[in-house]
Nanobody, 121 residues
Framework: QVQLVESGGGLVQPGMSLRLTCATA????????MGWYRQAPGKLRELVAG???????NYADVVQGRFAISRDNAKRTVYLQMNSLKPEDTAVYFC???????????????WGQGTQVTVSS
């Protein structure tokens, strides 16, 4: 069974930073593309940042230059460093993985439960 567990969310003031962590289990992590999505109230879930198995990253235009995604294959963990946070970054942030479970060969998409990030003064 694949598990993705996010942590690191919270309430911060505009301009401050947060680092989100997604710890995984049961996933062939080093062979999986990873990503962070977010969903604000009344809005669709959107891609924030992604990182491929070879470390190539991509970002939504609205977070480019402020957010950084990284991965630690040894720890089976992906991170999202968020700097210069704005009120419009307020959302539930979800960890996403596209890969295979140990013992299986089919590629699937997995989601974490999400962590709330609130940016407010």
């Amino acid at each position: 069974q694949v598990q993705l567990v996010e942590s690191g969310g919270g309430l911060v003031q505009p301009g401050m930073s947060l680092r989100l962590t997604c710890a995984t289990a049961g996933l062939r992590f080093s062979a999986s593309d990873m990503g962070w999505y977010r969903q604000a109230p009344g809005k669709l879930r959107e891609l924030v940042a992604g990182i491929t198995v070879d470390g190539t990253t991509n970002y939504a235009d609205v977070v480019q230059g402020r957010f950084a995604i990284s991965r630690d294959n040894a720890k089976r963990t992906v991170y999202l460093q968020m700097n210069s946070l704005k009120p419009e970054d307020t959302a539930v942030y979800f960890c996403n993985a596209r890969g295979t479970q140990y013992g299986r060969s089919n590629i699937m998409t997995y989601w974490g439960q999400g962590t709330q990030v609130t940016v407010s003064s």
